[in-house]
């Protein structure tokens, strides 16, 4: 993921003040109650929009300095601060069969679009806005998939083999940032799926962030980087999907997929997946 550069005053900033620090750390607290789990570049945004920090590099950096204080304080509960660019891998192993009995009923789902007359899918630019709006998706069945800019062939390949697989008409959402590399991963994402799944009905649409999104919200814009060979086809200054706030984002996304549901086939979905969880506790219940 290409890092984000903001332009620097030729003045050279004097250091914070203990009371400067003191007015940040209140910002970053302030922001971080009302709307989390949020990225540190989100916090970035909110604490900027209050005139926390200035719009640049030493701003952010300094937002970053300050959360990560917070945190090892014990002032800013970790689970606050999402980072989707890093985990772990290891296989589920348990201690007895009736503790994956147990686990086996209590996490028990049943596959809600099997039902549906639609298949969505969700995509994302950024690793790190994963954990912000993945309990939603989560919460609906629905897949969340991380491009981290520019997917791979081989990831563009295994999703439209799923959409053709699914045979239902299909509708794939994104959320990317605002500037040229950004808008034209999307168009590569809407290419390489139509060349993949040429038969197959899929619907496109970009979620956020969209130019009505930064002048009906009052998204803040950073400039956009002329280095970058495709800013020569792009208008304006650029926003990154961060610079929403994590309620607003989850609530687009949410109000989204619930737009596709059917809510009588979802309704006898839910009482196939409790009876089928009923039923997997009775065999735990027996394998005491």
């Not at 620097?8 to 789990?37: F, G, M, Y």
């Not at 139509?194 to 002048?215: D, G, K, M, W, Y």
């Amino acid at each position: 993921m290409t890092a984000t550069v903001y332009g620097t005053s030729p003045v050279k900033r004097p250091r914070r003040t203990k009371d400067q620090l003191a007015a940040l750390d209140e910002a970053i607290i302030r922001v971080c109650t009302t709307d989390h789990p949020m990225s540190v570049r989100g916090v970035f945004y909110r604490v900027m929009s209050l005139g926390a920090v200035p719009k640049t590099e030493k701003g952010y950096a300094a937002v970053q300095r300050e959360v990560l204080k917070l945190r090892r304080a014990g002032d800013l509960p970790y689970e606050w601060i999402a980072d989707g660019t890093r985990w772990h891998i290891k296989g589920s192993t348990w201690d007895r069969v009736e503790e994956m009995l147990d686990h086996a009923a209590a996490s028990y789902r049943r596959a809600l679009w099997n039902d549906q007359d639609v298949y969505v899918e969700v995509w994302s630019e950024k690793e790190a806005i994963s954990s912000i709006v993945s309990p939603i998706t989560r919460s609906w069945d629905v897949p969340l998939m991380i491009a981290r800019r520019f997917a791979s062939e081989s990831f563009l390949w295994s999703t439209a083999s799923t959409i053709r697989r699914v045979g239902k008409p299909t509708f794939v959402y994104q959320l990317g940032d605002h500037d040229p590399s950004g808008v034209a991963a999307w168009q590569h994402v809407q290419t390489r799926l139509r060349e993949f799944a040429p038969n197959a009905e899929i619907n496109f649409r970009r979620l956020a962030v969209t130019e009505e999104q930064i002048s009906a919200w009052s998204l803040p814009t950073r400039p956009t980087k002329t280095t970058d060979s495709r800013a020569k086809s792009f208008v304006g200054d650029s926003v990154e999907v961060d610079a929403i706030p994590t309620t607003q984002l989850r609530q687009l996304v949410e109000d989204t997929i619930v737009g596709h549901i059917d809510q009588h086939a979802l309704d006898l979905t839910r009482a196939y997946e409790r009876s089928e969880r009923d039923l997997l506790r009775r065999m735990a219940g027996d394998a005491r």
